[in-house]
């Protein structure tokens, strides 16, 4: 399927949730991440702000916050995404695209240890699709590969493949309220 039509037939699909079961499934998935040794081992956590039923991350951003890990989440500043320092969720304010973002000194994302990447859909091979803007993609690509980009998304959002290009980002692995896909690069790189 091409992205235009995945994109917007996973949307329509998010649209769909009611508020009770973006928070059920968010809730899963959420059990699934705590319990990774990945990042039970993190000292510096980025998350993002959820928007149109995105999978929420207020739960995450608290453990790590009470667990004494650094949270850093993203601001769009002109074309690009900087990742700043949070101290409390109570702090973050609209930014554009009137999604919540700190304010404050940029961290470089290479300091972060997991770096959790919303997206619309994603491939067994890590692949994504966002919402055409770009902005993960120019500010990430530096990081594939260093087993620190985590997709969240729900089961359904998961596809079997997606035509990438060569600026997409890709993942390291996959949460959903179903399971974890650690991405094998050998394999995928292979195809």
């Known amino acids: 399927m091409p992205?235009?039509?995945l994109r917007a037939a996973t949307l329509a699909r998010r649209r769909e949730l009611t508020r009770q079961q973006v928070a059920?499934?968010?809730?899963?998935?959420h059990q699934r991440f705590l319990g990774l040794p990945e990042f039970e081992a993190a000292k510096v956590v980025a998350l993002y702000a959820p928007i149109h039923h995105?999978?929420?991350?207020?739960?995450?951003?608290m453990a790590a916050l009470t667990s004494g890990k650094t949270l850093l989440y993203p601001a769009v500043v002109g074309d690009d995404l900087e990742f700043r320092r949070v101290c409390a969720l109570d702090r973050l304010v609209p930014g554009k695209f009137g999604i919540l973002e700190p304010q404050g000194q940029a961290v470089d994302p290479a300091s972060a240890d997991l770096i959790v990447v919303p997206g619309v859909a994603?491939?067994?091979c890590g692949r994504r699709i966002g919402y055409?803007?770009?902005f993960y993609d120019r500010s990430l690509h530096r990081?594939?590969?260093s087993g620190r980009l985590v997709a969240f998304c729900y089961d359904f959002q998961l596809v079997e493949e997606i035509a990438g290009e060569p600026h997409d980002v890709t993942m390291d692995f996959i949460v959903t309220?179903?399971?974890?896909?650690?991405v094998n690069k050998n394999i995928c790189e292979g195809e």
């Not at 059920?24 to 998935?29: E, I, Y």
């Not at 309220?177 to 650690?182: F, H």
């Open 54 to 61: 995105e999978v929420e991350t207020d739960a995450v951003a």
């Open 122 to 124: 994603f491939d067994l």
């Open 132 to 134: 055409g803007k770009g």
């Open 143 to 145: 990081l594939e590969r």
């Open 24 to 29: 059920s499934l968010s809730f899963a998935l």
């Open 3 to 5: 992205k235009r039509s």
């Open 177 to 182: 309220e179903l399971q974890v896909v650690r």
